[in-house]
């Protein structure tokens, strides 16, 4: 299969929209990351999805939707606390559970009884959405097991030859996907962090945040979020987090990349000589680079990548949560 990639426009909406209603799989934007998207009530497009990315198949999808009034139709209930953080978090990057209503096809909820749902920000994905008239369920657009696609480019580097086309809508402002929430009572507990920090929730009511977030699950435990107990974000390089800063983490890292060639190093603010690339001073910038950095490692060919340890808290939380798995939770203590 031949697939295009047309910058994002009227015409690509309408494009995207066609080849969806037909029963077809496109690659999105949104503002998290690029998304793999197909009519969400339709088995045949979703299962596709799994197929195109080898997903695991318990694995369940979030479904996207265009404005407020497509939710009710696809769950059984809406909580109130779901209410106010809809009002004040979408279109954004927050992804809520709910009971799920019977047009939602198992398939795409992973055979759970709940479904997760957001409102994505970017208008690109909303014109699609809406265009389509339909709600489409849409995974990170990477190979399973590789880091998620902040830009068309990596996209087309996983999906070229599955699927017909991929919108271009630049880069991805975030860079790490949706703050994944359910709701115990009036408690908010957090599956999966993301760029709506815990701090932002928190004026809404309790937060909770699931230990899988930064801990590692046990060999066969039950976890809430099944995305969390994958080997996640991975580049063939193996990836460490370094826990150091400044001249600390400057000698260890100095010491390593004197004894071996083909070890980079992502530091925050560092000079980027093709051995040291920046990965931020914020959180936030950290997040927005940090696929992108893990993709670049793959491509010129390390076969080591020491991170310097991000910050644990607001958008911190979820680069250390993709870090943790990328890095299969290997830290190293200087
Ligand atoms: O930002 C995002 O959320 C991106 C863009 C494309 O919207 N999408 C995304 O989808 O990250 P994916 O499939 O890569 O991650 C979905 C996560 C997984 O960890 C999955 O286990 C969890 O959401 N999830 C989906 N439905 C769930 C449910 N009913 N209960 C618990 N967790 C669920
Ligand atoms: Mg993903």
């Given at each position: 299969?031949?697939?295009?990639?047309?910058?994002?426009?009227?015409?690509?909406?309408?494009?995207?929209?066609?080849?969806?209603?037909?029963?077809?799989?496109?690659?999105?934007?949104?503002?998290?990351?690029?998304?793999?998207?197909?009519?969400?009530?339709?088995?045949?497009?979703?299962?596709?999805?799994?197929?195109?990315?080898?997903?695991?198949?318990?694995?369940?999808?979030?479904?996207?939707?265009?404005?407020?009034?497509?939710?009710?139709?696809?769950?059984?209930?809406?909580?109130?606390?779901?209410?106010?953080?809809?009002?004040?978090?979408?279109?954004?990057?927050?992804?809520?559970?709910?009971?799920?209503?019977?047009?939602?096809?198992?398939?795409?909820?992973?055979?759970?009884?709940?479904?997760?749902?957001?409102?994505?920000?970017?208008?690109?994905?909303?014109?699609?959405?809406?265009?389509?008239?339909?709600?489409?369920?849409?995974?990170?657009?990477?190979?399973?097991?590789?880091?998620?696609?902040?830009?068309?480019?990596?996209?087309?580097?996983?999906?070229?030859?599955?699927?017909?086309?991929?919108?271009?809508?630049?880069?991805?402002?975030?860079?790490?996907?949706?703050?994944?929430?359910?709701?115990?009572?009036?408690?908010?507990?957090?599956?999966?962090?993301?760029?709506?920090?815990?701090?932002?929730?928190?004026?809404?009511?309790?937060?909770?945040?699931?230990?899988?977030?930064?801990?590692?699950?046990?060999?066969?435990?039950?976890?809430l979020s099944p995305g969390m107990k994958y080997k996640h974000y991975s580049p063939k390089a193996d990836v460490y987090i370094v826990n150091a800063h400044?001249?600390?983490?400057?000698?260890?890292?100095?010491?390593?990349?004197?004894?071996?060639?083909?070890?980079?190093?992502?530091?925050?603010?560092?000079?980027?000589?093709?051995?040291?690339?920046?990965?931020?001073?914020?959180?936030?910038?950290?997040?927005?680079?940090?696929?992108?950095?893990?993709?670049?490692?793959?491509?010129?060919?390390?076969?080591?990548?020491?991170?310097?340890?991000?910050?644990?808290?607001?958008?911190?939380?979820?680069?250390?949560?993709?870090?943790?798995?990328?890095?299969?939770?290997?830290?190293?203590?200087?």
């Open positions: 299969m031949f697939t295009r990639v047309e910058k994002y426009s009227r015409q690509s909406v309408i494009d995207a929209a066609e080849l969806l209603k037909a029963g077809k799989l496109v690659a999105i934007p949104t503002e998290t990351v690029y998304g793999l998207a197909a009519n969400a009530l339709n088995e045949k497009a979703v299962a596709d999805i799994f197929l195109a990315k080898g997903r695991p198949q318990d694995n369940p999808l979030i479904v996207h939707i265009s404005d407020m009034s497509m939710l009710p139709p696809l769950v059984c209930e809406i909580p109130d606390i779901a209410k106010r953080l809809a009002e004040r978090f979408w279109p954004g990057p927050l992804t809520m559970i709910f009971p799920k209503a019977d047009i939602i096809p198992n398939v795409t909820s992973g055979g759970l009884d709940t479904v997760a749902v957001r409102m994505p920000e970017s208008e690109a994905a909303r014109a699609i959405i809406k265009e389509c008239g339909f709600p489409l369920a849409a995974p990170s657009a990477n190979l399973s097991g590789k880091p998620s696609p902040t830009a068309a480019a990596h996209v087309f580097g996983d999906m070229n030859g599955k699927i017909p086309l991929i919108v271009d809508g630049g880069e991805c402002s975030v860079g790490v996907e949706s703050t994944v929430v359910c709701f115990k009572g009036d408690m908010i507990h957090i599956l999966r962090p993301g760029g709506i920090t815990a701090e932002m929730l928190s004026e809404y009511g309790k937060v909770e945040i699931d230990k899988a977030v930064t801990a590692q699950p046990e060999k066969d435990e039950k976890v400044g001249d600390k983490f400057a000698e260890y890292c100095a010491e390593r990349v004197k004894s071996d060639k083909k070890v980079i190093v992502l530091g925050s603010g560092v000079s980027e000589n093709g051995v040291y690339f920046d990965y931020g001073k914020t959180p936030e910038l950290q997040a927005q680079r940090l696929f992108a950095l893990l993709r670049k490692a793959d491509e010129i060919g390390a076969e080591t990548v020491l991170v310097e340890m991000p910050e644990q808290s607001g958008v911190g939380l979820a680069v250390y949560n993709r870090l943790l798995r990328a890095a299969a939770f290997r830290i190293i203590e200087v």
